[in-house]
């Protein structure tokens, strides 16, 4: 079928819109008219090719919207249903088989590749093509398993997660990927009990989740730090006891006037190195930082090894070890309840407007750009 769709025609290039063809679905796939789609500082690096998707491409992976078709294989999900999509995995490595799916051992090829997965019984290398000289070209067109800058997106019944058809699917997209990293990160991988202290490096989409996370589990104080002083008053009003500004001095001495002895936990989500290191040096004896920002491949962190010897752990975490099927509903939950405002954050463009939502992104003007794809459910 025609679909339109946010190309980006080579790397660095900006987004264009393309009449493209989509394959019906097969195997366990199923094909989703989109509604809305978050924009992730990951589409972003990956337009730039950081990860190596090759071009070119249609990206986007926080898509929702409605189920339309399903492929044979197709169990529990049905042509009507509400879906978020979230990031894909194998199903059968050893990550998988233990319900660590954000560490599938696929998890580069499966989501970056741009192309069905290779060990899948079908031989369709992308689920979206273009005409070039008249001959129908596979475009990258499966990135995260979705690639939904776009109007209609193909991806499996493994990365998509069926909702309420009363839920407001524009405020739900940006569940599937940055909400649930940061969320997940507290919830899931920390797991912090209350009163314990918190420190989060970044205040955009993931850092906000993670510090809306952090009031939810009973976290006290929670320090927010950004160079934005509008974000960091969003992030007070949202669950922040506390805020930093680097651009008053060093971040570690600001952190241990409040708590002498640094903090329990630590998540940095800006991907700079010396943020990391700072978000290190800021734990008390045996805290844990959470590492969640996406560097790019080659990028190098140096610490005091002393400092790290006293019982002090940096971790490493992908997607907030979140299994969306489960988590995106206990998200949902704690959104119906009023605990998880994700619509603050958000801002709506059209799918023509993504060069600019992704300019306003990068600007700070926008905390969570939204693209409305024009197809209502």
């Not at 409605?66 to 059968?92: Q, R, T, W, Y």
């Not at 979140?322 to 995106?328: A, D, N, R, Y």
Request: charged share 20%; aromatic share 6%.
């Amino acid at each position: 079928m025609k679909i339109t769709a946010a190309l980006v025609p080579e790397k660095g290039a900006s987004f264009v819109l393309r009449d493209l063809t989509l394959a019906d679905p097969v195997g366990d796939e199923i094909r989703v008219r989109v509604v809305a789609c978050g924009i992730c500082h990951t589409d972003v690096s990956s337009r730039d090719q950081v990860y190596g998707t090759p071009m070119p491409a249609v990206l986007g992976h926080e898509g929702a919207g409605v189920v339309e078709a399903v492929g044979p294989k197709v169990k529990a999900i049905k042509p009507g249903d509400h879906v978020l999509m979230s990031f894909d995995s194998c199903g059968n490595c050893p990550s998988c088989r233990d319900g660590q799916i954000a560490y599938c051992w696929h998890h580069m090829e499966m989501n970056f590749s741009g192309f069905r997965y290779s060990g899948t019984a079908w031989d369709v290398p992308s689920p979206i093509s273009m005409a070039v000289d008249g001959v129908e070209t596979p475009v990258a067109g499966a990135f995260f398993g979705q690639s939904s800058f776009a109007t209609h997106a193909i991806c499996s019944e493994r990365n998509a997660v069926v909702v309420d058809k009363d839920l407001p699917l524009e405020v739900l997209a940006p569940l599937g990927c940055g909400m649930q990293t940061g969320a997940g990160a507290v919830l899931n991988t920390l797991n912090p009990a209350p009163g314990s202290s918190f420190a989060i490096t970044g205040a955009g989409t993931v850092g906000m989740a993670a510090i809306m996370a952090a009031k939810i589990a009973g976290c006290a104080p929670i320090i927010a730090i950004d160079m934005s002083a509008d974000r960091l008053k969003l992030a007070l009003e949202l669950g922040a006891t506390h805020a930093i500004n680097p651009a008053d001095g060093d971040i570690v001495q600001a952190v241990k006037a409040i708590l002498p002895a640094g903090v329990q936990y630590s998540i940095e989500t800006t991907a700079h190195p010396a943020v990391f290191r700072a978000a290190v040096d800021m734990l008390q004896v045996r805290g844990i930082c959470g590492l969640i920002g996406g560097a790019k491949l080659g990028t190098e962190a140096s610490f005091e090894m002393t400092h790290i010897l006293f019982g002090r752990t940096i971790r490493g975490i992908l997607q907030g070890d979140s299994v969306p099927k489960s988590f995106l509903p206990r998200l949902i939950g704690l959104y119906r309840s009023g605990r998880f405002p994700i619509e603050r954050l958000e801002t709506r463009y059209r799918l023509d407007q993504i060069n600019e939502a992704i300019a306003d992104m990068k600007s700070g003007k926008t905390i969570k750009p939204v693209l409305m794809t024009g197809s209502q459910p």
